[in-house]
């Protein structure tokens, strides 16, 4: 975490796509647990957990769409209310996901709360 910011994000996938392929990113934000990037339709996603302590109290996972151009940036948010237990689910996009791809989602965010209890 970065003092004063009282945000924290972690990359799940440790890599970014360059050109044709992925590449590997050497910083200490990675994961040793890291996850292969996600493969929908053509897509290259990439989920990063984050925990929230200024705006809102808990735990985040959003979904962000990595390539090919043009890259969408952030599509899902799933959120663990700390202090109320809601879990939450918003999208940044209007455009069509694969319900598959959702369904992943929400499916492991669920399984990190239930890790975390």
Same mark, same amino acid.
């Given at each position: 975490?970065?003092? !004063?910011?009282g945000?924290?994000?972690?990359? +799940? *996938?440790? $890599?970014?796509? =360059? &050109?044709?392929?992925?590449?590997?990113?050497?910083?200490?934000?990675?994961?040793?647990?890291?996850?292969?990037?996600w493969?929908?339709?053509?897509?290259?996603?990439?989920?990063?957990?984050f925990?929230?302590v200024?705006?809102?109290? !808990?735990?985040?996972?959003?979904?962000e769409? +990595? *390539?090919p $151009?043009?890259? =969408? &940036?952030?599509?899902?948010?799933?959120?663990?209310?700390?202090?109320?237990?809601?879990?939450?689910?918003?999208?940044?996009?209007?455009?069509?996901l694969?319900?598959?791809?959702?369904h992943?989602?929400?499916?492991?965010?669920?399984?990190?709360v239930?890790?975390?209890?």
């Amino acid at each position: 975490m970065t003092p !004063g910011l009282g945000v924290t994000t972690t990359a +799940l *996938a440790c $890599s970014r796509f =360059r &050109g044709r392929e992925w590449a590997p990113m050497m910083n200490d934000e990675c994961m040793s647990g890291s996850s292969e990037p996600w493969v929908y339709d053509g897509r290259y996603y990439q989920v990063v957990k984050f925990s929230d302590v200024n705006d809102r109290d !808990g735990y985040g996972w959003e979904l962000e769409d +990595l *390539a090919p $151009s043009p890259v =969408r &940036g952030p599509l899902l948010e799933v959120f663990l209310d700390d202090t109320s237990r809601a879990f939450t689910f918003r999208a940044f996009t209007d455009q069509p996901l694969p319900v598959d791809l959702v369904h992943r989602l929400v499916t492991e965010a669920m399984r990190d709360v239930s890790l975390m209890e």
